[in-house]
């Protein structure tokens, strides 16, 4: 068998697993004997290239394809009645009536009495979503999965806003910081701002509660650079129109923040998390309150009571651009909210899926993701403020005690000391030091 043919064998082998698989077990299911050495130089390869995962390290090393995401992939979701819906803000432009913002459909609302989705939706969210029901503390999940929300999320968000960045192109940004030759600045900026909203989702994912400082939060961060600094974070004073649909949002700032308030009240009084999470994402987008990127703020807050309930996030995987206007102008124009309610459920099904494969191939260490904001902010000072040896070991024991439990005290410890011994350049993306500093400390200076 020529070489070609043997790696195009061993490609199609790991294309059939369903499961993130050792090296030795790929071996095994080969029709014929490989050598162990060119078929880890084939798939280090592969990992460079962006084809296959590689998670885990030593005798856990698991690797899984990177399935192929097209920018537009050509799924069905809609429901008959969504697409009846649809076809009403698909008549020409000048024979539909313009709209005003509604705020009867805002504040007639009845959190757990009335409901988006049906029970039956709400259930069969449950089961795909759910994959953390042991976990303790809040934003457990979203800690251990973070690298991957970040990439799919900033990718499935920009690409709905028209960024051309592929979904390679834009994990290489995200993880690397290289952008791409030829694309504009503004696509560069759109998905780096979403690397820092969604760092901000997960930081503060133990909160049960949005308000109106977090929704702005989350726009300073999505538009910075975008959009007029005065602007940036900042619930606009004037008018604007949305592209393609006869809404005409409100235009006075008062109001605005009235019912900015009052959507933070209602979805903190919604017990379903996933209920919470489509209320937060249609009614976000329907006030438009900033002077843009407000379908950018509404998916990421739609994210706030999934990652809190430990839940899969939602990352908007497999919605083609087109549909989630669709969705979007139907609320604008209708307040139907269905179509939205479609995109959502298969959006999310699909998400669990890539989740799936994510946790089976890096396996799960509850103390490392539950105290991983702390075990970093720990490392931190021991790096800039040079502890070592006994004085550092003190110090380790001490904060330790200060916040987790008791039978995790130990185990947390000897993590933070691994961290520390393999503190390098590949690893230091959010420990707040520079490999400067590091080595500093290291060689004792």
Known sequence: MLKD?????????????????????????????YSMRAVRR??????????????????????????????????????????????????????????????????????????????????????????????KAAGTYSRQIYNRLLIDLSYNSSRLEGNTYSFEEAEKLIMEGAATPGKLDEEKTMILNHKDAIRFL??????????????????????????SSQYAGKVRDYGVRIGGSTYIPLE???????????ICSKANQITNPYEKSIFLLAHIAYLQAFVDVNKRTARLSANFPLTYGN?????????????????????????????LVDIYMHSYARAAEQYDATVGAIGFDRVRAQY???????????????????????????????????????????????DLEQLDSHNIAGMGVTIEQVQEWRNGK
């Not at 899969?312 to 102008?329: C, G, H, T, W």
Request: glycine letters at 2%.
């Open 202 to 227: 997960v930081d503060n994912s133990d909160k049960s509660e949005i308000d109106e400082a977090t929704i702005c939060n989350l726009h300073f961060l999505l538009s910075d650079g975008l959009v």
């Open 311 to 339: 839940l899969v996030p939602l990352s908007f995987d497999a919605v083609k651009k087109n549909d989630y206007v669709d969705a979007m102008i139907a609320i604008y124009e209708l307040n139907n909210i269905k179509p």
């Open 372 to 418: 991983r904001q702390q075990r970093r902010e720990i490392i931190r000072y021991i790096v800039t403020n040079k502890l070592r040896d006994t004085q550092m070991k003190t110090y380790i024991e001490s904060e330790v005690s200060k916040f987790a439990e008791l039978d995790d005290q130990k185990q947390l410890a000897s993590y933070i000391r691994e």
């Open 42 to 135: 084939w798939i280090d390869d592969w990992v460079k290239k962006g084809i296959v995962h590689k998670a885990g390290k030593k005798s856990g090393t698991r690797y899984f394809i990177i399935q192929n995401r097209p920018a537009e992939p050509a799924i069905i979701y809609f429901s008959p009645e969504s697409i009846k819906i649809i076809r009403l803000i698909k008549a020409p432009f000048e024979l539909r009536k313009p709209v005003e913002y509604h705020p009867n459909w805002l504040t007639e609302y009845r959190p757990n009495i009335d409901f988006y989705l049906s029970l039956t939706q709400r259930e069969k969210l449950d089961e795909v979503g759910n994959r953390a029901k042991n976990f």
């Open 5 to 33: 043919e043997q790696k195009a064998s061993v490609l199609n082998k790991l294309k059939e697993q369903t499961q993130p698989i050792a090296l030795t077990k790929l071996l095994e299911g080969l029709e014929l004997s």
């Open 252 to 262: 006075n700032p008062e109001l605005l923040h009235k019912y900015l308030k009052i």
